[in-house]
């Protein structure tokens, strides 16, 4: 009787164990595409700060009200909209939220600022983000300021 108790709570805890270690393991990853996206910005590189995006025609990017899809169109906007290092400052990425939606999917939440000379911009953001074979990409961006 003791013996099939333990085979009974074993084989609840172990899927429940792996799914916890699973479950901590994305969240460091995405973490680490966030750092490293910021790490790109405050480095003044576009293409690198890019390269946390989902390179698909299918991206999907709004902020103010507009609707920017792709990632070419993306990239050229960031390009155009930020074309020098005082434009771009410091990012800092806080408060991030993640929820684990399926195995290769979750929902981050989170706030952004920029420190630049004369000004210092902020708001928040939420994107989806999915593990693709060469790591965690953002496919949704939605970004807000705070006015």
Not at 49 to 65: A, P
Not at 68 to 96: C, D, I, P, V
Request: charged content about 20%; overall charge positive.
């Amino acid at each position: 009787m003791i013996h099939r108790s333990v085979i009974l709570i074993v084989s609840f805890l172990l899927p429940l164990m792996m799914y916890c270690q699973s479950s901590g393991d994305i969240r460091k990853k995405i973490i680490s595409v966030l750092t490293d996206q910021q790490h790109e910005w405050n480095e003044g590189n576009i293409d690198g700060y890019m390269q946390t995006y989902w390179n698909s025609d299918s991206l999907l990017f709004t902020s103010g009200g507009n609707v920017q899809r792709g990632w070419n169109a993306t990239r050229a906007k960031y390009k155009k909209s930020y074309n020098t290092k005082e434009k771009m400052g410091t990012l800092h990425f806080s408060n991030l939220e993640i929820t684990q939606l399926s195995s290769t999917s979750a929902w981050v939440f989170g706030k952004w600022e920029l420190q630049r000379g004369n000004d210092h911009p902020n708001g928040v953001f939420t994107l989806i983000v999915r593990k693709f074979d060469d790591g965690w990409k953002i496919i949704h961006d939605h970004t807000s300021s705070k006015k």
